[in-house]
């Protein structure tokens, strides 16, 4: 079984890394390798659960036809599952239609001028993190411009941006892929795309 001490710390090392240079690529192999579970979603997903929830948040899963994934969180986690727009973690599976990839990022909550962080954290599985349209990001943590390559419904990028309008409002975005690579677009990047 995955190691909730060991294992979760390295992962959010991993995640303080992402977020501190963001588009840049970070593995979490190393962390899922003892994952027994049968899971409903990526297993790089299931660190991302551990790490994130607890009894004391709430989340929202777009893409889970059957409930099994809202079902499981909510038995390792004892999070409470809300509606997407309460959701203080929205978890949007590779199953998810573009409708409802569209609906998870039009929805999140973006917090208020007095409490910025009672915004949304938006973890996404895709294809992959290092492969797709190139894209162009800027921000902290970013010397000058970086190419992000990944490929995921096509507005997603002006959904983001208008949620990220008015800093400090705004949402934070994880990005996972099938190898269980992590990407982080915390809300201060700046994406643009292709030309």
Not at 56 to 83: C, M, N, P, Q
Not at 85 to 97: G, M, R
Not at 164 to 184: Q, R, V
């Amino acid at each position: 079984m995955i190691d909730l001490i060991h294992d979760v710390a390295y992962s959010y090392r991993k995640l303080v890394k992402a977020n501190s240079y963001p588009g840049d690529i970070y593995s979490l192999t190393k962390s899922i390798k003892n994952n027994k579970l049968i899971l409903p979603f990526y297993e790089a997903t299931i660190i991302m659960v551990y790490m994130l929830l607890d009894a004391e948040v709430s989340y929202f899963v777009a893409g889970d036809v059957e409930g099994k994934a809202s079902d499981l969180i909510a038995r390792l986690t004892y999070a409470k599952s809300v509606s997407v727009s309460e959701a203080d973690f929205i978890f949007v599976l590779a199953s998810a239609s573009n409708s409802e990839k569209d609906e998870a990022l039009m929805e999140a909550k973006i917090g208020t001028l007095i409490n910025p962080h009672l915004s949304a954290t938006v973890i996404c599985e895709v294809e992959s993190v290092s492969q797709g349209e190139a894209n162009l990001s800027s921000g902290p943590g970013i010397k000058g411009h970086k190419i992000i390559y990944m490929d995921y419904f096509d507005r997603w990028i002006d959904i983001r941006s208008k949620k990220n309008d008015e800093y400090p409002l705004g949402i934070e975005m994880y990005f996972l892929d099938k190898s269980s690579d992590l990407m982080a677009l915390p809300r201060t990047t700046t994406v643009r795309g292709s030309e």
